[in-house]
């Protein structure tokens, strides 16, 4: 199933009923947003959110980056008849004023209700995706679904055991670094000395990840560490300075470095990056650290680097 587009349409159809939420808000297992699901969804087991027992109804529950809520407020303030026609709803929740669509869709050859809401959580969007057949619209009306919407918090941190239980590898050294954040929950860590509010890039920080792309050919790791390297978001003027095969926990792998500038303030940066290839997916790690605190922050990365194991 595809969920919708953020915040798409409008279209409420008014209910008398709705069944009652099922208790207190619950919070999918790594994510900072939670809810009180509706009463015959359940924590879901393959995906952020909930469901209902023959998964015909789906409530994803993520997070963005920040920016994204204040970039609608300020497109909505500016253009206060809606965007492209469209003009979302408000509603209040715990975390604050939040914005959301409904519409009528199609997935595949069945008509759906698909939602759409966007909340602040400070230094994270919260957003939440619902879609179910139109066929359940008597029992998940437009007011249940808005009366789920308000039901929505959000927690300042989750536990570290928490957010690792959701990624595909286990990590068993920290390097005594003071954050720890899934930048997306099963997708990315991040574990650095600063903290998002502040911008990670003045003080070393690691990203650890699995990408899909893998090179098809041991020749081809080369080229591809090298394209990768060149494509971390943020980095501006870079340069490499080395790049070559190395062993990564006895299987191939290929470690990369950079000079290059980041963040707001144009930190001067070296950055390195480590493939460990093998597996469903290729290992990404890295490791970024202000010019002159190079020296003390290599051996870190490499410390975390070689206390990552797959799960078993």
Do not use: C
């Amino acid at each position: 199933m595809t969920f919708s587009r953020p915040l798409t349409a409008i279209a409420f159809l008014v209910a008398a009923s709705w069944p009652a939420l099922a208790g207190e808000a619950i919070f999918p297992q790594g994510v900072r947003v939670g809810l009180a699901p509706l009463v015959g969804l359940a924590p879901s087991k393959s995906f952020p959110g909930f469901e209902s027992e023959d998964e015909s109804v789906k409530v994803l529950v993520t997070e963005l980056p920040a920016a994204a809520y204040g970039e609608l407020k300020t497109k909505l303030a500016a253009s206060p008849k809606g965007i492209d026609g469209i003009k979302p709803e408000t509603i209040e929740t715990a975390a604050g004023l939040a914005y959301y669509t409904a519409e009528t869709a199609r997935d595949g050859a069945t008509t759906v209700r698909r939602y759409s809401m966007i909340l602040s959580g400070g230094t994270f969007s919260g957003y939440v995706a619902v879609q179910f057949p139109e066929n359940a619209a008597k029992i998940y009306s437009d007011d249940a679904v808005r009366q789920m919407f308000a039901s929505a918090v959000v927690r300042k941190e989750v536990p570290i055991d928490e957010q690792l239980a959701v990624m595909p590898f286990k990590i068993t050294e920290f390097a005594n670094f003071k954050n720890v954040r899934t930048l997306a929950p099963s997708a990315a860590v991040v574990l650095a000395d600063g903290d998002e509010s502040a911008g990670f890039e003045p003080a070393p920080f690691m990203i650890i990840g699995i990408v899909g792309a893998s090179p098809p050919q041991p020749e081809d790791r080369a080229r591809f560490a090298q394209q990768s390297v060149t494509q971390i978001p943020g980095v501006r003027d870079g340069h490499i300075t080395m790049s070559e095969p190395v062993r990564i926990d006895g299987m191939p792998g290929f470690e990369t470095r950079i000079d290059a500038t980041t963040g707001r303030d144009n930190t001067a940066v070296t950055i390195v990056q480590w493939l460990r290839f093998g597996g469903p997916g290729t290992l990404r790690i890295i490791g970024s650290a202000p010019r002159e605190q190079w020296s003390s922050a290599f051996p870190r990365f490499r410390a975390v680097r070689d206390g990552i194991q797959p799960k078993g």
